[in-house]
């Protein structure tokens, strides 16, 4: 019963176009870079017809964890991984997702080894439906039932070194080229079932995650996906680097990155979030109140206008600097007596001196006619 629930779930995993292999690393931001890739040694190739799929750091609830790098066989002839990648993304490292597809796409310029310098996979490529490997990194030293091999100097343009995410500071600087912008819009197929029960171990194994491991896993590689223990299973050499305290931004999350997606606007939504948020408090808090605190109260776009409204003159104040300082310094001045009858007719104004009318000279002009 457990194990047709199991199977349920794997298929309708299966039939979204891009399913989280790493479930715990989609639509958190984090703001603190993943660790190096550590230096382990790819293990021999079991079989014919198997894609290298490198190992990566995944996110989970005690931090990051590190899903083994393993031989898969892929969803069908033709068809080459992807790896997902790290990349720092409007202040935070964002995930993105690995998918199968007939064109390897951008996987952020990351060194992963074994063939994937950062761009493209020199490991080997299909022919006839049948895959031809690269023994110049390829592991098929001990195997005998590997005839389609050929071998092909690798040339790394890039500098060699455990950076496991593009961008920021310390991040690898890369831009996905022509062709690897169309093998992102093209057809791609998701993980294979091994590859997401690989990943769900590897999150439940404590052993490997970075805060126990510090960047060293136990079980850095195998020969077969979600095979933990026993021949094939490859231990790390050593760490890539020093493992960094990893804290994510609680209540900030970032949505998944697809291929071929333009990195979202985090500030910009988380802003409008908020608003949203404040807005429908505000509204809730309207609702609860009763009929008897609102009646008589202006509406809210009323007390609204009344708060932005400027005061009137009537309204306003008087500044210091506006008031008058005459009454002031009348109101400040001692108070005289009433004066007396005397000083009341000192102060009189004297009157005019009559002066007597002016004698009419007669008119030269003569009498009217």
Do not use: C
Not at 162 to 169: C, L, P, Q, T
Not at 316 to 339: K, L, V
């Amino acid at each position: 019963m457990r194990f047709a629930v199991g199977a349920i779930i794997v298929a309708l995993a299966l039939s979204f176009p891009f399913p989280s292999h790493a479930q715990v690393s989609v639509g958190i931001t984090i703001t603190t870079a993943p660790p190096a890739l550590p230096d382990y040694e790819q293990p021999p190739i079991p079989a014919p017809g198997v894609i290298w799929v490198p190992g990566y750091w995944a996110w989970g609830d005690d931090g990051y964890y590190w899903v083994p790098g393993s031989w898969v066989q892929p969803p069908e002839p033709g068809l080459l991984w992807t790896p997902p990648w790290w990349g720092w993304e409007n202040g935070v490292y964002r995930f993105h997702e690995g998918y199968w597809g007939p064109q390897v796409g951008f996987y952020g310029g990351i060194d992963y080894g074994y063939g994937y310098t950062g761009h493209g996979y020199e490991g080997g490529y299909w022919r006839d439906r049948q895959f031809y490997y690269n023994r110049s990194v390829t592991n098929i030293s001990n195997t005998t039932n590997i005839t389609n091999v050929y071998n092909k100097t690798v040339v790394n343009n890039t500098t060699v070194n455990h950076v496991s995410f593009n961008g920021g500071r310390g991040g690898v600087v890369a831009q996905p080229t022509a062709q690897e912008r169309a093998a992102a819009n093209a057809h791609h197929a998701a993980p294979t079932p091994a590859q997401i029960q690989a990943a769900r171990m590897a999150a439940q194994d404590r052993e490997q995650h970075a805060a126990v491991n510090h960047g060293k896993p136990p079980v850095a590689a195998t020969q077969k996906a979600s095979q933990f223990k026993g021949p094939g299973v490859v231990a790390a050499r050593r760490a890539g680097g020093p493992v960094p305290r990893a804290e994510p931004e609680r209540g900030s999350r970032a949505q998944p990155a697809r291929a071929g997606e333009r990195p979202a606007q985090a500030e910009v939504q988380k802003k409008a979030e908020a608003q949203q948020r404040t807005e429908a408090q505000q509204r809730a808090a309207a609702q609860r109140r009763s009929p008897e605190e609102t009646r008589g109260q202006p509406a809210e776009h009323e007390q609204r206008a009344q708060a932005e409204r400027p005061p009137t003159n009537a309204e306003r104040r008087p500044t210091p600097a506006e008031r008058p300082t005459a009454n002031i310094r009348e109101a400040q001045a001692p108070r005289r007596p009433p004066a007396t009858a005397k000083e009341q007719e000192r102060s009189k104004p004297e009157a005019p001196e009559k002066r007597p009318p002016a004698e009419k000279k007669p008119s030269d002009e003569g009498p009217p006619r």
